[in-house]
């Protein structure tokens, strides 16, 4: 172990954190001194009058609750909760067996980064994607209804799907990296001694239907031990192009706080995705684990390597595609490459090494600035002035600088430790700029007390002006890695199903087609829910049959959710108007089971309420 390098990370840690916890006080201090105009001008900023609409749609990713989470701006008031990896009662989502399957037998997810579609760089509205970092998956949720629509994976060969989702301008991709290496295809045992040259990481491109939305791996290339954090696809002058930062580039073992921290620079890998598509084509891969690979010692062109500031996070693309923003948390500064720097770099193979076959770029061949932003960058968003905004997590702020000329000309403190920031559409081509929300790790008791585990932080600034103002504080469930702001008139979701929305195969909308059916120890109930009873209202079944009820909603009428709640058999369903849903269970419990609406729904919800009979074996 080089120990002049270990002695100058650790003391450089110890510092920041003190420089934080200082900063921290100071932005306790600093709260206190808010003038009444202060306050005044930022409630009016947020406030939407009852009836009015919020301007924004914020989609916040839930972290280990596995949820989405959708809030306005810029009144920051929580509209929704959307379940995606996770089973949500309030919704009925994963009791009914469309949705039980989808999750595929898991009981949670680590929801980090959404992605909504795009056309032409600019959001469309139509999907929202989410990766699950925990359990290698990602899925799709249709903004239409605001409904988990797929979840595709685990993904083979990929451990910890952290690095997605991103998607290319026109949502031909999804972009997906694994965060641990491991020996591949899973399964493979390799000691971890070993780690260097027997483990590998992957970066991942889902392959996205244009018209469905419907997701499938394209294909995968193998990458040296490396963690791989988070990406962004090319736009404009880089578009074909995929990057993804990685960190502990030693190939280090044991505690990484120290092992991994012992070079100057980690990367960001840069794919083409053109070359990789050809070599796809042209058979240039091999499959593991069930998938297409392509290893780079074997395809020249498919990975460079971008030298970038220790233990990089974010990697973000402007606007115009034309800089590379590379941030290190180890360090004060972050990097704007410049991708014809790159592309010229590459061609007259002005390299500085290797990684595994991978070739290193010269990093004062492809920089155009290091921009001295502060303690702990993080991540960058832009406006559309040509600003890019970068979150400081030890310094617990955001710096506002300059696009070319590369001046820091703000910076506001946050609370407290902030990850990621969201500005309004402010990863697109076409930034709308106005606000931005900073994504918080820690609350610090900037609300009533709940105890020991406190909520996030998020906190709205109004950005339109030569300085930065804090608008408002939220406190959102755990635990927000991630954010996308769009206008709301871009999305158009429905207010209900009509019958020909309604594709199920056992729908049906009049109640002389209710009824029961066995077919040996299998009863099919086809059930309508209708303010305010069910039909049937009653179901007579055997103990241990296997019974299946398809319940249609046939509310037309906005707001007229209906629910099935089973007693003592762990069901909850909540069906919209107009939607049908499958419920299957063994009816292992002998005796009277009331089943009822869990959606209030009319003056007599109260009556709507059936029985399931289950007759002794």
Same mark, same amino acid.
């Given at each position: 172990m080089n120990r002049k390098f270990e002695a100058k990370w650790v003391l450089l840690?110890? &510092?920041?954190?003190? /420089?934080?916890?200082?900063?921290?006080?100071?932005?306790?201090? !600093?709260?206190?001194?808010?003038?009444?105009?202060? +306050?005044?001008?930022?409630?009016?900023a947020t406030y939407v009058a009852p009836g009015d609409m919020d301007e924004y749609y914020l989609f916040y990713s839930g972290g280990q609750s596995g949820n989405v989470y959708v809030a306005g701006v810029p009144s920051m008031r929580h509209i929704a909760t959307i379940p995606v990896f996770t089973p949500y009662p309030g919704t009925g989502y994963g009791f009914d067996k469309e949705t039980k399957e989808m999750l595929g037998g898991f009981s949670w997810g680590d929801a980090h980064h959404p992605a909504i579609s795009e056309t032409n760089g600019d959001y469309d509205g139509r999907w929202l994607f989410i990766n699950d970092n925990a359990n290698n998956r990602v899925a799709r949720i249709d903004l239409r209804d605001f409904k988990t629509r797929q979840i595709l994976g685990p993904l083979p060969n990929v451990s910890g799907n952290?690095?997605?989702?991103?998607?290319?301008?026109?949502?031909?991709?999804?972009?997906?990296?694994?965060?641990?290496?491991? @020996?591949?295809?899973?399964?493979?045992?390799?000691?971890?001694?070993?780690?260097?040259?027997?483990?590998?990481?992957? /970066?991942?491109?889902?392959?996205?239907?244009?018209?469905?939305?419907?997701?499938?791996?394209?294909?995968?290339?193998?990458?040296?031990?490396?963690?791989? *954090?988070?990406?962004?696809?090319?736009?404009?002058?880089?578009? &074909?192009?995929?990057?993804?930062?990685s960190y502990n580039t030693e190939r280090a073992i044991g505690k990484l706080e120290v092992t991994s921290t012992q070079k100057d620079r980690d990367y960001i890998a840069a794919v083409n995705l053109k070359t990789?598509?050809? +070599?796809?084509?042209?058979?240039?891969?091999?499959?593991?684990?069930?998938?297409?690979?392509?290893?780079?010692?074997?395809?020249?062109?498919?990975?460079?390597?971008?030298?970038?500031?220790?233990?990089?996070h974010g990697v973000d693309v402007s606007p115009d595609g034309k800089y590379i923003i590379g941030s290190g948390k180890l360090q004060s500064i972050t990097t704007a490459? #410049?991708?014809?720097?790159?592309?010229?770099a590459i061609q007259a193979k002005n390299f500085t090494g290797q990684e595994d076959g991978i070739p290193v770029l010269n990093y004062d061949a492809i920089k155009d600035a290091e921009v001295n932003v502060g303690l702990g960058p993080l991540h960058t968003q832009f406006d559309n002035q040509g600003y890019a905004y970068t979150s400081l997590f030890v310094e617990s702020a955001i710096?506002?600088?300059?696009?070319?000329?590369?001046? /820091?000309v703000d910076k506001i403190p946050v609370s407290y430790n902030i990850g990621h920031l969201a500005a309004a559409e402010g990863d697109t081509t076409h930034p709308l700029g106005k606000y931005l929300v900073a994504l918080n790790k820690l609350s610090h008791g900037r609300h009533l007390s709940v105890g020991p585990s406190q909520p996030e932080s998020s906190q709205l600034i109004d950005i339109?002006?030569?300085?930065? !103002?804090?608008?408002?504080?939220?406190?959102?469930?755990?635990?927000?890695?991630?954010?996308?702001?769009?206008?709301?008139?871009?999305?158009? @979701?429905?207010?209900?199903?009509?019958?020909? *929305?309604?594709?199920?195969?056992?729908?049906?909308?009049?109640?002389?087609?209710?009824?029961?059916?066995?077919? &040996?120890?299998?009863?099919?109930?086809?059930?309508?829910?209708?303010?305010?009873?069910?039909?049937?209202?009653?179901?007579?079944?055997?103990?241990? *049959?296997?019974?299946?009820?398809?319940?249609?909603?046939?509310?037309?009428?906005?707001?007229?959710?209906?629910?099935?709640?089973?007693?003592?058999? #762990?069901? #909850?369903v909540v069906v919209d108007p107009g939607e049908t849903k499958t419920i299957e269970f063994v009816a292992n419990k002998a005796g009277v089971f009331p089943y009822y609406c869990t959606n209030f729904c009319s003056a007599l919800h109260q009556e709507m309420q059936g029985y399931l009979l289950v007759k002794p074996k």
């Amino acid at each position: 172990m080089n120990r002049k390098f270990e002695a100058k990370w650790v003391l450089l840690i110890c &510092g920041l954190f003190l /420089v934080s916890l200082t900063l921290l006080s100071d932005g306790c201090k !600093k709260k206190a001194g808010v003038t009444r105009g202060e +306050a005044a001008e930022a409630a009016l900023a947020t406030y939407v009058a009852p009836g009015d609409m919020d301007e924004y749609y914020l989609f916040y990713s839930g972290g280990q609750s596995g949820n989405v989470y959708v809030a306005g701006v810029p009144s920051m008031r929580h509209i929704a909760t959307i379940p995606v990896f996770t089973p949500y009662p309030g919704t009925g989502y994963g009791f009914d067996k469309e949705t039980k399957e989808m999750l595929g037998g898991f009981s949670w997810g680590d929801a980090h980064h959404p992605a909504i579609s795009e056309t032409n760089g600019d959001y469309d509205g139509r999907w929202l994607f989410i990766n699950d970092n925990a359990n290698n998956r990602v899925a799709r949720i249709d903004l239409r209804d605001f409904k988990t629509r797929q979840i595709l994976g685990p993904l083979p060969n990929v451990s910890g799907n952290h690095g997605s989702t991103f998607l290319t301008p026109n949502s031909e991709y999804l972009l997906a990296a694994s965060r641990f290496s491991i @020996p591949l295809p899973k399964g493979t045992y390799a000691p971890v001694e070993q780690y260097a040259t027997a483990y590998h990481g992957v /970066v991942s491109v889902v392959a996205i239907d244009p018209k469905t939305g419907q997701m499938s791996l394209g294909w995968q290339i193998l990458m040296p031990p490396f963690d791989f *954090d988070l990406g962004d696809a090319g736009k404009g002058a880089s578009n &074909g192009w995929a990057f993804w930062t990685s960190y502990n580039t030693e190939r280090a073992i044991g505690k990484l706080e120290v092992t991994s921290t012992q070079k100057d620079r980690d990367y960001i890998a840069a794919v083409n995705l053109k070359t990789a598509e050809q +070599a796809i084509q042209q058979g240039k891969f091999k499959m593991l684990g069930g998938a297409k690979v392509i290893d780079p010692k074997e395809v020249p062109g498919v990975v460079y390597l971008i030298p970038c500031s220790k233990s990089p996070h974010g990697v973000d693309v402007s606007p115009d595609g034309k800089y590379i923003i590379g941030s290190g948390k180890l360090q004060s500064i972050t990097t704007a490459f #410049n991708m014809e720097k790159i592309l010229t770099a590459i061609q007259a193979k002005n390299f500085t090494g290797q990684e595994d076959g991978i070739p290193v770029l010269n990093y004062d061949a492809i920089k155009d600035a290091e921009v001295n932003v502060g303690l702990g960058p993080l991540h960058t968003q832009f406006d559309n002035q040509g600003y890019a905004y970068t979150s400081l997590f030890v310094e617990s702020a955001i710096a506002k600088w300059k696009l070319g000329t590369w001046e /820091v000309v703000d910076k506001i403190p946050v609370s407290y430790n902030i990850g990621h920031l969201a500005a309004a559409e402010g990863d697109t081509t076409h930034p709308l700029g106005k606000y931005l929300v900073a994504l918080n790790k820690l609350s610090h008791g900037r609300h009533l007390s709940v105890g020991p585990s406190q909520p996030e932080s998020s906190q709205l600034i109004d950005i339109t002006g030569e300085k930065m !103002k804090l608008l408002y504080d939220a406190f959102t469930e755990p635990e927000p890695h991630y954010a996308e702001m769009i206008k709301a008139d871009k999305l158009k @979701p429905i207010e209900v199903y009509t019958q020909a *929305d309604n594709k199920h195969p056992q729908a049906i909308w009049d109640e002389k087609d209710a009824k029961a059916e066995r077919s &040996g120890n299998h009863v099919t109930v086809k059930m309508i829910a209708v303010r305010s009873h069910f039909e049937p209202w009653k179901v007579e079944v055997n103990q241990g *049959d296997t019974v299946t009820i398809h319940l249609t909603n046939i509310e037309q009428t906005t707001d007229e959710l209906h629910g099935f709640g089973l007693n003592e058999y #762990n069901i #909850n369903v909540v069906v919209d108007p107009g939607e049908t849903k499958t419920i299957e269970f063994v009816a292992n419990k002998a005796g009277v089971f009331p089943y009822y609406c869990t959606n209030f729904c009319s003056a007599l919800h109260q009556e709507m309420q059936g029985y399931l009979l289950v007759k002794p074996k």
